[in-house]
């Protein structure tokens, strides 16, 4: 198992950028895929954006081109780089640990708003 802790959230203005942080207490560079997803009051958790160990990513189409996922395998941290946000954007943003894990991150709050 591995602990993962979430950080960079807070509360930006419509078209602001910010950057979260998972760092996970063990080494990522062996774990299938890193995940953030997110989760907003009343909606289900959805994928936000997905990189797997050879470094694929993919998005849900409401964040391609604003977005970035990158993992940096020697710091056992994965970012969550977000421009042009928008208040639809305000969510509760978990990181995820794919196999052979399967762990969640207990969330840092992005909201968006002016």
């Known amino acids: 198992q591995v602990q993962l802790v979430e950080s960079g959230g807070g509360l930006v203005q419509p078209g602001g950028s910010l950057r979260l942080s998972c760092a996970s207490s063990?080494?990522?560079?062996?774990?299938?895929?890193m995940a953030w997803y997110r989760q907003a009051p009343g909606k289900q958790r959805d994928l936000v954006a997905r990189?797997?160990?050879?470094?694929?990513?993919n998005y849900a189409d409401s964040v391609k081109g604003r977005f970035t996922i990158s993992r940096d395998n020697a710091k056992n941290t994965v970012y969550l780089q977000m421009t042009s946000l928008k208040p639809e954007d305000t969510a509760v943003y978990y990181c995820f640990a794919d196999l052979p894990y399967r762990s969640w991150g207990q969330g840092t709050q992005v909201t968006v708003s002016s």
């Open positions: 990189i797997s160990r050879p470094g694929t990513t």
């Open positions: 063990g080494s990522i560079s062996s774990i299938y895929a």
